[in-house]
């Protein structure tokens, strides 16, 4: 087979001599969570729905793995679960950018720059949002009587 | 079409007519994967609690089940040609074929293995099976 390129012959200049944009960050951002979802995202999903399928005792174990016992994320919970959820919605959004662009639309400078800060925007937003919603009982609930770091009163 | 130069290769193959097909499967998952993907994350959110017999109940309904299952099947889809897209981009010669073979298992092993899991869930929860 005929190799793809003569390693002798320069590469033409790529990255480095342009000035970065929201464009160009959007872009790879696109790459980057895509890839980390079909790898971390599909891992993690494969384990719970295996988790699941194999009966009570597994799931509680794979469960365990994410969650304190009031059913919180743990660390590595959170770390998972937001890193999925902001990946996914960014991936979402410029998605959607790219069935813009496919269609020839949001090539003007000021409005591409727009969408593709939009997109960051919006993916922060919605994970916050997200996020935001699953937490609310907890941030609202009153402190557990016998919690572990007693109030000190006078 | 030996191993010459670029135009020998090409020289007397014709067009495939499939120069759009891997672009436009991307699109067609990507929306499919849009819709299946939000529900799944209100669906889950929505739930009382994500503990095993919640979840099981859930999965066990036709409603939920059958989404699970085009879910999977688009988003696997989808993600085995956006890595290929990656691996093309950046690996070449022995390490792409490689690369690409590995793909190609992960994809629909993972897929077939997501299905049974829905599957057996859907046949053999105890709790809730009404739609």
């Not at chain 1, 999903?45 to 469960?63: N, P």
């Amino acid at each position: 087979m005929a190799s793809a390129r003569n390693e002798n012959r320069p590469l033409s200049p790529h990255l480095q001599v342009w000035k970065w944009g929201p464009h160009m960050l959007v872009s790879i951002l696109h790459r980057v969570t895509g890839s980390g979802l079909a790898t971390v995202g599909a891992v993690v999903f494969l384990a719970w729905l295996g988790a699941l399928a194999s009966g009570e005792e597994c799931y509680a174990w794979f469960m365990d793995l994410l969650t304190v016992k009031s059913g919180a994320p743990n660390i590595a919970g959170y770390i998972l679960g937001i890193g999925l959820t902001l990946s996914f919605f960014q991936h979402m959004m410029t998605g959607i950018r790219h069935f813009f662009l496919d269609a020839g639309a949001g090539f003007e400078l000021q409005e591409n720059k727009r969408f593709a800060i939009t997109t960051m925007v919006v993916s922060v937003a919605l994970t916050a949002v997200l996020w935001g919603y699953l937490s609310y009982d907890r941030l609202i609930a009153p402190p557990v009587e016998n919690a572990p770091i007693a109030v000190e009163t006078k | 079409m030996g191993n010459g130069t670029s135009i020998g290769r090409v020289r007397g193959l014709g067009s495939a007519h499939e120069g759009t097909h891997h672009w436009w499967q991307q699109r067609l998952t990507a929306g499919s994967n849009l819709l299946l993907m939000l529900w799944l994350i209100v669906s889950l959110v929505l739930l009382p609690s994500l503990d095993y017999g919640t979840v099981q109940a859930w999965l066990s309904s036709p409603l939920a089940a059958v989404p699970m299952i085009l879910l999977v099947i688009s988003v696997f889809y989808h993600l085995k040609m956006g890595l290929q897209v990656v691996i093309e981009d950046y690996e070449r010669d022995a390490r792409r074929i490689v690369l690409m073979t590995l793909l190609n298992f992960f994809a629909i092993a993972a897929a077939v293995f997501a299905i049974f899991c829905i599957l057996k869930v859907a046949f053999t929860a105890t709790t809730g099976a009404a739609l």
